[in-house]
């Protein structure tokens, strides 16, 4: 059996920092499954973070951004193409939209959610009002 694991927020953080956490993880997994990483970026910069991280060995493959397949975004591609070349039993992921989406198609999925990362678009301060506007709200409902 496969396990895919997502590299941004299980592996890397939002800056590009290794999620320690995430790695013991993977090392644990790849104990008895079959574990690849997906990533939005190139295998070059994966493999070379693998390698600085010493878990190079642990990984069967890599896909990139190179499966990427209009009209789907491109996790959804990649965990489409995953499927096809493996079974695949388990999915790692920080991303909710993509544990969603592997649950709906009937696939085990394990939310990672640490506190060093979030996905840009599901931080708190995405589409919410500025420091200064809320300084000014209170002042205003204050006066």
């Given at each position: 059996?496969?396990?895919l694991v997502f590299n941004e927020g299980v592996l890397q953080s939002s800056k590009g920092q290794p999620i320690l956490d995430g790695f013991r993880l993977?090392?644990?997994?790849?104990?008895?499954?079959?574990?690849?990483?997906?990533t939005s970026g190139s295998k070059e910069l994966v493999e070379h973070q693998l390698r600085?991280?010493?878990?190079?060995?642990?990984?069967?493959?890599?896909?990139?951004?190179s499966v990427a397949l209009e009209p789907l975004p491109l996790w959804a591609r990649q965990i489409e193409v995953s499927r096809s070349?493996?079974?695949?039993?388990?999915?790692?992921?920080a991303d909710p939209q993509v544990a969603k989406y592997t649950v709906e198609r009937?696939?085990?999925t394990l939310f990672f959610?640490?506190?060093?990362?979030?996905?840009p678009a599901m931080r708190p301060e995405t589409g919410n009002r500025s420091w200064e506007e809320l300084v000014e709200e209170l002042d205003?409902?204050?006066?």
């Open positions: 059996m496969t396990i993977v090392q644990i997994l790849a104990n008895t499954q079959r574990v690849v990483l997906v600085t991280e010493r878990l190079a060995d642990d990984i069967a493959d890599i896909i990139d951004k070349r493996w079974a695949v039993s388990m999915v790692v992921t009937g696939v085990v959610s640490h506190p060093g990362f979030s996905i205003h409902r204050w006066a």
